[in-house]
């Protein structure tokens, strides 16, 4: 079973720019979908974003539209969160899940969808 591991967490200040990878050990099938998450402490795990292998359509929550984007590395296995002009809100545990996606978009609504997660990584923004 694939698994998926993240990294690039770090502490920055607002305005900084932050790159997280979420590298998969096998190659993902092309019905699925790689999303991000983040969870802050206290609060409900919510979706960042969502990449669908199929036709690399992709989906952004209305709170990071316009300041990140995701991206695939197809030799490296790899998916990329670019989050730029990074505010203290977007704080969190980010974490990248796969499993199947049949819809047009992919979904990040709803973290069950998904199967396979990865352990995390911290971002903290702070001044």
């Known amino acids: 079973q694939v698994q998926l591991v993240e990294s690039g967490g770090d502490l920055v200040r607002p305005g900084d720019s932050l790159r997280l990878a979420c590298a998969a050990t096998e190659i993902i099938p092309n019905h699925y979908a790689i999303a991000w998450f983040r969870q802050a402490p206290g609060k409900e795990r919510e979706g960042v974003s969502c990449?669908?292998?199929?036709?690399?359509?992709?989906n952004y929550a209305d709170s990071v539209k316009g300041r990140f984007a995701i991206s695939r590395d197809v030799d490296r296995n790899t998916v990329y969160l670019d989050m730029l002009s990074l505010k203290p809100e977007d704080t969190a545990t980010y974490y990248c899940?796969?499993?199947?996606?049949?819809?047009?978009?992919?979904?990040?609504?709803?973290?069950?969808?998904?199967?396979?997660w990865g352990q995390g990584t911290q971002v903290t923004v702070s001044s």
């Open positions: 990449f669908t292998m199929y036709d690399n359509s992709k």
């Open positions: 899940a796969t499993g199947p996606s049949f819809a047009m978009t992919c979904s990040i609504k709803w973290p069950h969808e998904y199967g396979t």
